[in-house]
């Protein structure tokens, strides 16, 4: 028989590879591939288009975040979390692999929207059940490590599939299996990828990692007592200062990736006049900054807290990102973000982990949705941001500024944070009952 440990052990890795599988949505889709071709090849202009874009992901995220919320208490008082992940699943690769209908059309703008939004929806909802799950089975001392090691791992998979897209499709004069150009069929060609990709590498998780007990489908019982729950839970945010004060800042921080994730490669094509492939390239050096940052960071939060890790972190996006916000050239633009990479992996995970620490147990899946609205309640309003100053101002550069007000105000609340009432290495939030 296998013993416990080794069986934990082997359901944790299926379960980072589910970042693997998720990754190349986030790199390929939301932020490089997809948000240029629709901002450039779909839209009447670059300018309408990271306006439109960033109102879509905005919407998506928030619709999201409310659904996370009660959905978690669904899952946390009724049982199982694996159903309603493989639903986020399927949501998320239908509206991916539609991406290949999405012609270089003006026309085909909303649709573009729609289909990447719901796609998103099923992301960001899924994000949810997957990071509770981790604070099933990783022990307490290792959070930090395994949420870390799931991150790295993801970026990984983004690089990896960045590389396909670009020498399979992006790249070569004749892209494979003949694809048409004209149609920019070499580029739509990314959303059937990346569904497959995310159902394929998917598939471990939910073979291999043990549920919790209970019905799939909640009754009126259960219901009801995730209302209460939920109730409880928003009342114990209210009384405990830390994690209060965590929640806050995770919301400001959290606005200023997703912004940045929704824009970046929208930013780096119409600033500097990169080309999809450019783009694309700039995504890999990215994937590899971001991944080796977040393997690095992981021990340092396991080590040294959460909160440290993400202060260094947020430190390192706001000296960088005011580097590629100021870069005079693409080669300088293209430096200062390869090493803004190395912070965005650290802030996420030490983010998940230390949500994972101070989660009630009985409660981890409707906090972690409540994490995800704090994070999401105010999406709207970078995407919004950056849309408004963009056209006032005219200029992309102008309105990626925000970003930065967002991680400057999380980093200084967090340095409010009481140090000695966060847990490094172990614990929970037991004593919210």
């Known amino acids: 028989m296998t013993p416990p440990g080794k069986t934990r052990t082997r359901e944790l ?5 589910f970042d693997w599988a998720t990754s190349p949505f986030a790199a390929i889709v939301v932020t ?15 300018v309408e288009g990271q306006a439109a874009w960033g109102w879509a992901m905005s919407a998506s995220a928030l619709v999201a975040a409310v659904l996370g919320v009660v959905v978690g208490a669904i899952t946390d008082a009724g049982g199982p979390r694996k159903p309603w992940l493989f639903a986020c699943v399927v949501l998320q690769a239908a509206g991916t692999a539609a991406i290949w209908f999405i012609l270089p059309d003006p026309s085909m703008l909303l649709l573009a ?4 939004a719901l796609a998103n929806l099923g992301s960001e909802l899924g994000n949810v059940f ?7 089975l990783a022990p307490p001392g290792r959070l930090g490590g395994w949420s870390g090691f799931g991150w790295g791992l993801g970026y990984a998979g983004g690089l990896v599939c960045l590389v396909l897209a670009l020498v399979l499709f992006l790249q070569p004069e004749i892209p494979a299996f003949g694809l048409d150009k004209e149609t920019m069929a070499h580029v739509r060609i990314v959303g059937p990828l990346v569904a497959l990709w995310l159902v394929l590498f998917s598939l471990p998780l939910f073979l291999t990692v043990r549920d919790r007990p209970g019905a799939a489908l909640p009754d009126r019982r259960i219901v009801r007592a995730s209302i209460r729950n939920l109730r409880a839970s928003l009342q114990d945010v209210l009384r405990d200062r830390t994690l209060a004060l965590f929640l806050l800042g995770a919301m400001l921080w959290a606005d200023g990736l997703a912004t940045l994730f929704a824009l970046g490669g929208i930013y780096a094509a119409g600033t500097f006049g990169m080309s999809l492939a450019e783009v694309l390239r700039f995504g890999i050096v990215l994937n590899v900054t971001a991944g080796i940052g977040a393997w690095v960071f992981a021990r340092m939060d396991d ?15 706001i000296a960088c990102g005011l580097g590629a916000l100021l870069a005079p050239s693409q080669l300088a633009f293209e430096i200062a973000g390869a090493a803004l990479g190395l912070f965005v992996g650290p802030v996420q995970s030490a983010t998940r982990s230390t949500m994972a620490r101070l989660a009630h147990p009985e409660r981890r899946a409707e906090l972690f949705g409540i994490l995800a609205l704090t994070g999401r309640a105010t999406a709207f309003l970078g995407p919004m941001l950056v849309a408004i100053l963009t056209t006032l101002s005219g200029s992309q550069r102008i309105g990626m500024a925000p970003i930065l007000l967002f991680w400057l105000a999380g980093a200084i609340l967090l340095t409010r944070l009481p140090l000695a009432h966060l847990p490094i290495n172990g614990g929970s939030g037991a004593s919210r009952s």
Request: aromatic share 8%.
């Open 32 to 46: 490089f591939v997809v948000a240029t071709y629709v901002a450039k090849a779909v839209a009447p202009s670059e």
């Open 13 to 17: 890795y299926a379960w980072a590879l």
């Open 130 to 136: 997957n990071n509770a799950i981790l604070a099933d």
């Open 303 to 317: 080590r040294l807290g959460g909160r440290r890790t993400i202060l260094a972190g947020l430190v390192g996006l």
């Open 113 to 116: 929207l729609v289909v990447v």
